[in-house]
Structures are given as structure tokens and as C-alpha cells.
T-cell receptor, first 113, second 119 residues
Framework: AQTVTQSQPEMSVQEAETVTLSCTYDTSESDYYLFWYKQPPSRQMILVIRQEAYKQQNATENRFSVNFQKAAKSFSLKISDSQLGDAAMYFCAYPRIYDKIIFGKGTRLHILP | DTGVSQDPRHKITKRGQNVTFRCDPISEHNRLYWYRQTLGQGPEFLTYFQNEAQLEKSRLLSDRFSAERPKGSFSTLEIQRTEQGDSAMYLC?????????????????FGPGTRLTVT
């Protein structure tokens, strides 16, 4: 069974600085996807970025990028130029193909003005 | 289409009462999922449907829980004889089965959730 582990329950970063959220996962599959979801306070969860395991290139979406280390089963999220609107819970997630998503416990990110 | 909607957004009920939540998925999506999220935790899978067929139920879904998707469109989640441990956010998500059905097939599009408080 797949598992997703986020070891940082909370993090804080100064506005305009860079922060990295960590995630490790376990799977026996060779081809899969990994996601980072963002859940702002009292708002719905949205997908921030996705990574396909067979692609060696790390995914990037504007200020968000990942460091995907397949052999180490590590999938960290880097947020550059942090903004107040980035404050949220961030979930690392493993989507089982045409099936449920397995989520980590999340990291609450605080942005300090 | 404006996305996945859920109703109500908040529900306060007394222990022992029955509650029902509704989810309206993105119209092109034929897969619909229910998750439960407790404070400080990630969402945990409860059940999912492809069209009107309920394909999988989690062990978290006790016999007090029932979900339906009668015409393959909206879905309802009912909790009978609520307990304080049922207090949580109940999230609904939908996804397409293939590209072109409104999004990326492995991604699930979430609604705002229904927050249940059992007193």
C-alpha cells in the first residue's frame, strides 16, 4: 500500500523569501503521479503542481517548483517569493490511478509580513 | 460550470440525529469521491462512484454511513445516529475518466466541504 509522509506540521517564512516543504512517499509502482494540494483557511483544496514519475525534469508552475527524487522517494515543494496569499495547509498527495488519493497529514504554512 | 459544490457548508446536530449532505460534481465528470478530514489531518478516503455505481468503500465507512449517486450526477452522504466522533469536514471531489472530459484524469477537483459538528 502507498503511504505519504509529511514531517513538518508547521512552517513559517518571511514574505518574499523562499520556503521548502518536505514529503516522502512509498510505493511499489514504477509509473505514477505526485501532487501538491493547497487548502487555504475555509476555502477549497486546489491543485498546486503535479509531477509525473517517468519525467526526470522537475515540474514548475510560476513560483512553485518541486524537487522530485524518485530513487529516494522524496517530493519537496519549493515556494519562491512567498506571498501572504500562500498561507495555507499544503498536502502532498499520491493519486492512485482512477482511484482514491492518499494524502499526507499536511504542513501549515504561515507567511510573516 | 463553476466547480464542485456542496450543501450545506456547515451543519450542527445533536448526537443521535441523522444528517445528509449533498455534493454536485463538475457536470462532465463521471467519478465522484467522498473524503473525511479531521482537524490537523489530511483527507481520508471514504467512498467513490463511477457514474451511479459505488465502486469502493473504506473501512472508515461504518454501517451508519451510506452514500448514493442515483442518476450518476449529484451524490448524497447520510450519517445515521451521529456520534461526536463524526465531527469533521466532509469533502467531495470529482474527476474525469479521460482527458477532454473536463480536466486531468488523475486529478480530483474538490468542493468547499461540509463541516459537521456533533454536540
Amino acid at each position: 500500500a502507498q503511504t505519504v509522509t509529511q514531517s513538518q506540521p508547521e512552517m513559517s517564512v518571511q514574505e518574499a523569501e523562499t520556503v521548502t516543504l518536505s514529503c516522502t512517499y512509498d510505493t511499489s509502482e514504477s509509473d505514477y503521479y505526485l501532487f501538491w494540494y493547497k487548502q487555504p483557511p475555509s476555502r477549497q483544496m486546489i491543485l498546486v503542481i503535479r509531477q509525473e514519475a517517468y519525467k526526470q525534469q522537475n515540474a514548475t508552475e510560476n513560483r512553485f517548483s518541486v524537487n522530485f527524487q524518485k530513487a529516494a522517494k522524496s517530493f519537496s515543494l519549493k515556494i519562491s517569493d512567498s506571498q501572504l496569499g500562500d498561507a495555507a495547509m499544503y498536502f502532498c498527495a499520491y493519486p492512485r490511478i482512477y482511484d482514491k488519493i492518499i494524502f499526507g497529514k499536511g504542513t501549515r504554512l504561515h507567511i510573516l509580513p | 460550470d463553476t466547480g464542485v459544490s456542496q450543501d450545506p457548508r456547515h451543519k450542527i446536530t445533536k448526537r443521535g440525529q441523522n444528517v445528509t449532505f449533498r455534493c454536485d460534481p463538475i457536470s462532465e465528470h463521471n467519478r465522484l469521491y467522498w473524503y473525511r478530514q479531521t482537524l490537523g489531518q489530511g483527507p481520508e478516503f471514504l467512498t467513490y462512484f463511477q457514474n451511479e455505481a459505488q465502486l469502493e468503500k473504506s473501512r472508515l465507512l461504518s454501517d451508519r454511513f451510506s452514500a448514493e449517486r442515483p442518476k450518476g450526477s449529484f451524490s448524497t452522504l447520510e450519517i445515521q445516529r451521529t456520534e461526536q466522533g463524526d465531527s469533521a469536514m466532509y469533502l467531495c471531489a470529482s474527476s474525469p475518466s479521460y482527458r477532454g472530459q473536463g480536466g486531468f484524469p488523475y486529478e480530483q477537483y474538490f468542493g468547499p466541504g461540509t463541516r459537521l459538528t456533533v454536540t
